[in-house]
């Protein structure tokens, strides 16, 4: 990570060389939190309501609090109480433009690179709710409800997505770092002021096996200040490693697979300190890392050379995310095996105040 990553991450570790850099984009940081609490208070008197019930899964943060296997949790409970569920998306970081049907309920229609690869990934993790991707949330929903029959509607990272009315708010805040350096961007990580929390109905502290027990603590009594309720906690669980091949399938080794073996990683994800933890916690060697901008692409040469470049370090395999799963498939010559971690979530507290608000 570098010098100005991991200042806006981390405020304890900001450098004097660090603050002199980020400090031109501290009155820049003011505007724009002028900016987004006239917006929020501007579409509250406006915002657009459809014929469906809508629940948003947001955050504060510019990536990587897990929004994604929340939204895959609630997309699977509404579903399993057989609600007819659709989840709609931005389908940050696709290549394609314009409204796109990543799944239609019954299959996925379209790779990651026109549909994205967080869409993708929850069309594959949720069979049978329909999942679109496009700039207007508002527009999706009416496809939605009027194609698909919907009638409840998730929003992926919609938090900030004010135009379509919603019954829920659910804000993920990280528990292993909630707010960053705590400042507004572009000085910090912070697309809202923490205290943006109230408008919420539900909080969902993610990853809290990453941090101390007091430091959650602290979180938990900060969320009940600003909201009045209980948060959720979760942490993630290791439900598999599995092999993936040139075709696209996959074969479960179990969830012990990656113990005793020398690995190397590779990420294409907002923060992948959370991901280096889980593969030591299996007991993996971390023999190097490809740690790639959030959503990056490689195509087939890129990633035999990456493969090529890991067994030269003695690794035994790559290791990926799910997420970089939906984006890479191995190549026909890769001199390694390419492997994808697969975890869910393990809800630790507030499964009932969950239900409640669902």
């Known amino acids: 990570m570098s010098l100005i990553a991991r200042a806006l991450w981390f405020r304890q570790e900001e450098s004097l060389l660090a603050r002199l850099l980020l400090s031109p984009l501290w009155l820049l940081s003011l505007v724009f939190g002028l900016v987004v609490a006239r917006r929020r208070a501007a579409w509250r008197r406006k915002a657009l309501a459809v014929d469906a019930r809508v629940i948003s899964v947001g955050n504060l943060t510019v990536g990587g609090a897990g929004k994604t296997p929340v939204t895959i949790e609630v997309a699977r409970r509404l579903a399993a109480r057989g609600e007819r569920v659709a989840i709609l998306s931005r389908g940050y970081g696709r290549e394609s433009e314009g409204e796109v049907v990543v799944s239609d309920g019954e299959r996925v229609l379209v790779d990651a690179r026109t549909g994205g690869d967080e869409p993708v990934l929850i069309a594959r993790s949720c069979p049978g709710s329909p999942v679109l991707v496009g700039p207007d949330r508002a ?29 829920l708010d659910l804000v993920v805040v990280d528990g292993s770092n909630p707010f960053g350096n705590g400042h ?101 060697e971390i023999a190097g890392a490809a740690l790639l901008p959030d959503h990056a692409f490689l195509d087939e040469r890129e990633l035999a050379e990456a493969a090529a470049a890991a067994k030269r370090t003695g690794a035994e395999a790559i290791v990926m995310t799910e997420k970089d799963a939906a984006r890479f498939s191995p190549p026909q010559a890769a001199e390694l095996p390419f492997l994808v971690v697969r975890v869910e979530l393990a809800i630790l507290a507030g499964e009932d105040r969950l239900a409640e608000a669902l």
């Open 139 to 167: 527009k999706l929903a009416r496809t939605a409800v009027e194609r698909f029959g919907a009638r409840t509607l998730v929003l992926d990272d919609g938090f900030q997505h004010l135009r379509l009315a919603r019954d």
């Open 184 to 284: 507004l961007m572009p000085r910090g990580p912070l697309r809202e002021p923490k205290g943006a929390l109230a408008h919420s109905g539900l909080v969902w502290l993610s990853k809290v096996d990453q941090a101390s027990p007091e430091s959650i603590e602290r979180l938990a009594e900060e969320v009940r200040r600003l909201t009045g309720a209980e948060p959720v906690r979760s942490a993630y669980r290791v439900a598999d490693v599995r092999r993936l091949e040139a075709s696209g399938a996959s074969v479960s080794l179990g969830s012990e697979a990656l113990r005793g073996r020398r690995v190397h990683l590779l990420a294409a994800i907002a923060r992948p300190e959370s991901f280096v933890q889980t593969v030591e916690s299996l007991g993996a």
